[in-house]
Nanobody
Framework: QVQLVESGGGLVQPGESLRLSCAGS????????IAWFRQAPGKEREGVAC????????YYTDSVKGRFTISRDNAKNTVFLQMNSLKPEDTAVYYC??????????????????WGQGTQVTVSS
């Protein structure tokens, strides 16, 4: 059974940083694409960052480029999202997702079968 468990969310002030973690079990994350999505209240789920397993390339939505970094620790079967210079508009529940049929980069939520439960990130002064 595939499980993804996110952690690391919290309440921070604008300009501060957080690192989210996504620990996998029942699946070896390095073999498949993995992505971070977020959903703010009243808004649709948005793809934030993804990491390809085919060539380890990364892709980010425009609003987080230069501030967020997705990375992977294969030994720990864990993927991270380092979030710097956080803004109030980054406030959302953040989810990690993966799929055994996906190797390349995708920020389309329908491409992913396995999802974590989410972790809340709140950026407020």
């Amino acid at each position: 059974q595939v499980q993804l468990v996110e952690s690391g969310g919290g309440l921070v002030q604008p300009g501060e940083s957080l690192r989210l973690s996504c620990a996998g079990s029942g699946i070896t994350l390095e073999y498949y694409a993995i992505a971070w999505f977020r959903q703010a209240p009243g808004k649709e789920r948005e793809g934030v960052a993804c990491l390809s397993s085919a060539d380890y390339s990364t892709y980010y939505t425009d609003s987080v480029k230069g501030r967020f970094t997705i990375s992977r620790d294969n030994a720990k079967n864990t993927v991270f999202l380092q979030m710097n210079s956080l803004k109030p508009e980054d406030t959302a529940v953040y989810y990690c997702a993966t799929d055994r049929n996906l190797l390349g980069s995708s920020l389309v939520s329908d491409d992913y079968k396995h999802w974590g439960q989410g972790t809340q990130v709140t950026v407020s002064s």
